[in-house]
């Protein structure tokens, strides 16, 4: 290796920021691993897929966990929604057994040896042995320190490599945080976990160096949100609210907003909206009604045609003579307003080569649950007081401007185009406008329902005398 590379490799600030990393790794290692103490996110139970059993070292448990050790009960089989730690502790070897008989005299009584187990159970109840807890302070301390020391590290470094090392920095600390989660329950790992399938006899394996000595078991349950109309069919994707959350732990399922439905009630076997996790997976079922809408609409069209006969003249006979665009021009403007707001027409030539202004607005929406009642509706009466149309400068309410425009001499207006006399071969001498309303609407169908308020245009044909 050249000499001018071996010196940059171990350049001052390049040695600082390799010891700065060092300890900036092991301190979140020490400090993951004490946050990882009582953690059983890794087992899973047995309805889940596993692993379920997991084997430790007793001396790595802290004084919780500790308190939780009992023996397994007779034939105890695995339960679906359990999981499991089996707890080992170190065999004792032959120097620490005559060590320890030689530095006690031999008792003048005859009682049986005692092995490490017994003088646990001898342990007050309550004061179980707390070397794990001690252990894992000690390394979250030490790691406190590593991390204190590469911080110090990091602000001695300076110039342009210190934000390059400070992501460093994290990126190991995360590598650190992660792989310490792969293992994710608390407790040294003597062997790799393993499935156990609900109802098989629970047997403590041999694991050389170890002897079994307990085993730590937690119950878990599930709870699932779901949402059903009231026929009992879903209408959004159900929720995992807790999935395999140990017994105790606190849950709260959401009530949605569904687009089309409104909340009615819990159905009357769920469980409750929030509470706690029991040993059995919860169902929490939201109950909603199905909606319906109404509209009510503006649909009006404005227009006015006559078909000219027996006029015999080529130009006319047949033809449809577009009256309204005559009559509604520059000079004699027509618009429409609801409840004093104008509303913009449409214009267009329909297929008889007429004119017409077309004017739709939605003037009431509701939602209501299916099979009620709709209600609140504007009302004839009301739809008479709020349209107004004005024509020729005068505004009119609709049955006002009906009987207006059917006064207008559209004979007159003929004549002066044609320059024939002509007369209606029926009763009615002019072209005439009626308003339709809609009947009451009912109940909220599944549907949307949709209504109009239309005007409806009758046309006589004219003939020449």
Request: aromatic share 10%; net charge negative.
């Amino acid at each position: 290796m050249p000499i001018s590379t071996f010196r940059r490799l171990v350049a001052p600030k390049k040695i600082l920021g390799l010891l700065a990393t060092i300890l900036f790794t092991v301190g979140f290692w020490s400090l993951s691993a004490f946050a990882a103490t009582g953690d059983w996110s890794a087992l899973k139970t047995a309805d889940q897929g596993g692993p379920n059993v997991a084997y430790v070292d007793k001396e790595s448990l802290d004084s919780t966990e500790l308190a939780q050790l009992r023996q397994l009960t007779t034939g105890e089989v695995i339960q679906a929604n359990w999981r499991y730690k089996l707890v080992y502790a170190k065999d004792e070897t032959k120097d620490s057994s005559s060590s320890s008989s030689s530095s006690n005299p031999p008792s003048t009584t005859s009682t049986p040896p005692s092995t490490k187990d017994e003088q646990v159970k001898r342990t007050p109840e309550g004061q179980l042995p707390q070397t794990g807890e001690d252990t894992m302070v000690m390394i979250s301390t030490l790691g406190l320190v590593f991390l204190g020391g590469a911080f110090v590290l990091v602000f001695r470094r300076k110039g342009r490599g210190v934000k390059g090392l400070v992501v460093l920095l994290l990126a190991t600390g995360t590598l650190s945080l992660g792989t310490s989660a792969v293992k994710a329950y608390s407790g040294t790992a003597l062997k790799g976990t393993t499935l156990l399938a609900t109802g098989t006899v629970i047997t403590p394996p041999t694991i050389d160096g170890y002897h079994y000595v307990g085993v730590i078991s937690t119950a878990s349950g599930s709870v699932i949100a779901r949402y059903v109309d009231t026929d009992g069919q879903e209408i959004a994707d159900s929720v995992t609210v807790a999935d395999g959350l140990e017994v105790g732990t606190t849950y709260a399922t959401e009530q949605k907003v569904i687009d089309g439905y409104q909340f009615k009630e819990l159905a009357t076997d769920s469980a409750a909206a929030s509470g706690t996790v029991t040993d059995s997976t919860q169902t929490v079922t939201y109950v909603y009604d199905k909606l319906g809408t109404y509209t009510l609409n503006l649909s009006l069209r404005l227009n006015g045609w006559f078909t000219v006969i027996n006029t015999g003249k080529t130009d006319y006979d047949g033809k449809t003579i577009d009256v309204f665009g005559k009559i509604v021009n520059a000079d004699k403007p027509v618009s429409i307003a609801w409840k004093g707001q104008e509303i913009t027409p449409t214009k267009g030539v329909d297929e008889k080569g007429a004119s017409y202004l077309q004017y739709d607005l939605p003037i009431y929406t509701s939602q209501g649950v299916v099979g009620e009642a709709i209600s609140g509706y504007p009302t004839t009466d009301e739809i008479k007081e709020n349209l107004t149309i004005t024509y020729a400068g005068t505004t009119y309410h609709p049955d006002e401007f009906v009987k207006a425009y059917t006064a207008v001499s559209q004979r007159t207006i003929l004549e002066d185009l044609t320059n024939i006399p002509f007369y209606s071969d029926t009763e009615s001498n002019s072209n005439t406008w009626s308003m339709s309303y809609p009947t009451a609407p009912g109940n909220y169908a599944a549907t949307p329902t949709t209504q109009s308020v239309t005007f409806v245009s009758e046309s006589f044909p004219w003939s020449a005398l």
